[in-house]
């Protein structure tokens, strides 16, 4: 399932990425305020979307429902975790500290003291 939004989810972005360069820019008809023979204005409303423009419209709704699913599927909220799933730990028993006796010194290595 994820790979199949991925899937999707790139094919948007590419299918995005064309339809944003094929269309014509706002900036392309500002000769057309001043006299150029368009029945748009400068900074008016462009009238009713044509093609492309509803087309990119929905690329990029795909584009984010895309998005927000593959950050589902990612996050960590995602993975029902149960406790019985996972083996229990038991943490080991320490042993208990072992006091060895102090090794003797041979008698011979001990200096005499003289009384």
Do not use: C, W
Request: charged letters at 10%.
């Amino acid at each position: 399932m994820q790979d199949l939004v991925i899937v999707i989810h790139v094919l948007a972005a590419v299918a995005l990425v064309a339809l944003v360069l094929l269309q014509q820019g706002k900036g392309a008809d500002a000769g057309a305020a001043f006299g150029g023979g368009s029945s748009q204005s400068l900074f008016g409303a462009s009238g009713s979307a044509n093609f492309l423009t509803r087309l990119t419209a929905i690329m990029a709704t795909v584009f984010f429902v895309t998005s927000l699913t593959l950050a589902y599927f990612l996050s960590p909220a995602a993975r029902p975790v149960s406790v019985t799933d996972e083996p229990a730990v038991e943490a080991p028993a320490a042993p208990a500290p072992v006091k060895a006796p102090a090794p003797k010194q041979p008698e011979s290595d001990v200096p005499q003291v003289p009384k």
